[in-house]
């Protein structure tokens, strides 16, 4: 006599995706799923976790424990596994997302400003001109005021030296690995994360605990 397996989904979540205001959050779009049999796969992935409202800002975190429950109603029987993390942050963005031309010229004026002042700070705090003009005098033997060739030499090399280190010119990278700038970024936005997800995880335990009491009252 054959016994019929038990299913089994198979859950990896996203650690945060981005979704439009007014569109309801899939269990495709959190996590990746591998089912056995392979039949419901498309049934889970279409399966509404929520629709984020006004009330629930712009993050929204989604815990595996609220997956399992409604994956077990589309599902009755079925095992979940997890595979790795348990939760996923789902940044809730209104209009399409794109950040605007005036915006972004405003931001690359200000940054541009901001790092050619930096520079010319730097280099009046050191003295850079009368370092350049006694480098130029030792290779010269005669003392020049106003050396312009090495200034403009000096200036492209330093904007080069530059593109070297962040690995960017424009679109182009020149190979595969992260910039500085952009583990910065990496590593700014898990600390972000994290501790948006403790405080979601405060809050729904606070929640759950409001309930209770107020359940055990009446």
């Known amino acids: 006599m054959s016994m019929t397996p038990t ?10 995706i981005r979704i439009q205001r007014g569109r309801g959050v899939k269990l495709g779009d959190v ?3 591998l089912t056995s049999p392979e039949e419901q796969e498309g049934r889970l992935l279409e399966l509404e976790l929520l629709r984020p409202g006004p009330e629930d800002g712009n993050l929204i975190l989604i815990d595996i424990l609220q997956i399992i429950p409604q994956i077990r109603i589309a599902l009755p029987g079925v095992t979940v596994e997890l595979i790795g993390s348990g939760h996923t942050l789902v940044e809730v963005i209104a209009g399409t997302g794109k950040a605007s ?3 972004f010229i405003l931001v690359w004026l ?10 010319m700070n730097f280099h009046a705090d050191v003295n850079m001109q009368e370092v350049q003009i006694r480098i130029v005098e030792m290779i010269t033997g005669r003392r020049d005021e106003h050396p312009y060739l090495f200034q403009v030499a000096y200036s492209i090399g330093i904007g080069f030296g530059m593109a070297v280190f962040f690995n960017h010119l424009f679109k182009k990278k020149w190979n595969e690995e992260p910039t500085p700038l952009e583990v910065e970024m990496f590593l700014y936005q898990q600390n972000v994360d994290k501790y948006v997800v403790i405080e979601e995880t405060e809050r729904m335990h606070e929640e759950e605990r409001r309930e209770m009491n107020a359940d055990e009252r009446s």
Not at 7 to 16: A, D, E, G, K, Q
Not at 110 to 119: K, Q, R
Request: net charge positive; glycine share 4%; aromatic share 12%.
């Open 7 to 16: 299913p089994t989904v198979y859950v990896r979540l996203r650690s945060r």
């Open 110 to 119: 200000l940054l541009f400003f901001g790092s050619a002042l930096t520079i």
């Open 31 to 33: 996590a990746h799923l």
């Open 101 to 103: 031309i005036s915006l």
